[in-house]
C-alpha cells in the first residue's frame, strides 16, 4: 500500500473535492474499479451495487450535504462517474448487503485512565488489493477547526484526529439488521464527528443522528476520556472504558443489548483478536509509537493474532491483511503510523503525520 499526503486549506466541499480528484483521479479510478471486481466477487451485480451507492449517496446528502459535494466533484475531477465513487464511500453498506465475512477486520486498544493523556493504537486490518493506495489528508472543514486523517480514495474518512483534541479509531461490527441499504455510510459519521466535534458528547450527538444500515464502532478519543459508539440500524450505544481505563474494541458488540443481534460469523478471530489486547494490554502504556507495536505483539511476536497477514492459497477477495498500524496523539493533533503489521511496524519505525 502506498500512501499519499494532501495538505487542502479550503474550507469549500466543492472545491475541495476537487482538488482531491485533480491531484489524485488515476488513484480515485484505480480504487473505485477495485471495489466494482470486488462486490462482483461477492456476488452483487453491478446495477444492485450501483443502487445501493446511490440511495446511501442520497442519504449523505441528506444528512451532510458538504460531504455529498465533495464526494461528487472528486468524482468529476477524476473522470469517474459519481455513484461509482459513491460505492467507495459507502462501501461498508454494500457489504452489509453480503453474507458476512469470516475474518473481520481491525484491533483497537485505547488507554483512557483518568489524569492520564490517552494512548492508542490500532491495527487496520482489509485486503491488500483494494488498496494499492491510501490517503493522509490534512485539511480545514471550517475556519479555525483543522482535521488530520487515514482514509482510502472515496471514503470520507476513517482513522483520524482534529485541533480540538478529539481522535477517531474505526472497527467493523455485523448485525442482523445490517445490509436494508440507503443508510447514511459510517465513514461519514466518523468525518463528520472530526470536523465538528470537540467532546465525547458532541461525538454522540453527530453519530447519534445518523440513521445507518451497517454496523461501526467508532471509537471516540479526548483528553477527558474515550468511547466506543457502537453504530447499527437497530441503535446507538455508548461503550465506556472499564474501571482499569482500557478500552479495547474488535469486531463483535460490547453492548450487551446491541450483542444480542451479532451477526459476526462464528470462524472471525475478533474473540481471538480481543482475549490477546486484553492479555497485552498492561505493558502498552508509556512507549514510543515502535515500542508499543511489539508490546501490542506481545511474546508470540510476528506469530501474534493481531498481526494479520493473508493467505495466498484463498481467493483474493478471502485474504485478509493487516496494512497500516496506527496510534493517535489527540494533544499533539497527529497520527503515528507505519504501513504493515505491528512486527513489521515495530522493526522499521513509525512516521507521524
Known sequence: MDLHSLTTDTVDPHERGTLLG????????????????????????????????EAGHEALRAWAPGLAAESDACADAAGVERWQVAAVGARTEILAACPPAGEGECSTAVYAAAGAAPQTV??????????????????????????????????????????AG???????????????????????????????????????EIAGSARVSASTSLTVV????????????????????????????????????????????????????LAHLRAVRAALPGLKPAERA????????????????????KPLHEQWGTLLTVGLDVAGHALDYAVGTPDSAAAQGFRRF
Request: proline share 5%; hydrophobic share 45%; net charge negative.
Open 122 to 163: 490500532q491495527t487496520w486490518d482489509w485486503h491488500e488489493h483494494l488498496v494499492p493506495d491510501a490517503l493522509l489528508h490534512a485539511f480545514t472543514p471550517a475556519p479555525g477547526r483543522s482535521v488530520k486523517l487515514f482514509t482510502e480514495f472515496g471514503a470520507a474518512a476513517k482513522i483520524g484526529v482534529n485541533g
Open 166 to 204: 478529539l481522535g477517531v479509531h474505526f472497527n467493523i461490527l455485523f448485525h442482523r439488521a445490517d445490509g436494508a441499504g440507503g443508510g447514511v455510510p459510517v465513514h461519514a459519521v466518523a468525518r463528520r464527528i472530526l470536523e465538528e466535534a470537540d467532546t465525547l458528547e458532541q461525538a454522540v
Open 222 to 273: 479526548t483528553a477527558r476520556g474515550a468511547a466506543s459508539l457502537e453504530l447499527s440500524p437497530r441503535g446507538l450505544a455508548v461503550v465506556r472504558p472499564g474501571d482499569d481505563g482500557w478500552l479495547l474494541h474488535t469486531n463483535h458488540f460490547l453492548d450487551p443489548g446491541l450483542a444480542e443481534g451479532d451477526v459476526c460469523p462464528g470462524d472471525s478471530s475478533t474473540a481471538e483478536r
Open 294 to 313: 511489539a508490546a501490542l505483539c506481545g511474546s508470540e511476536g510476528g506469530g501474534a493474532v493481531v498481526c494479520m497477514r493473508p493467505d495466498a492459497a
Open 22 to 53: 485533480a491531484r489524485f483521479g488515476t488513484e480515485v479510478a484505480r480504487v473505485s474499479a477495485l471495489y466494482l471486481e470486488h462486490f462482483a466477487a461477492l456476488g452483487l451485480s453491478a446495477e444492485r451495487v450501483r443502487e445501493l451507492a
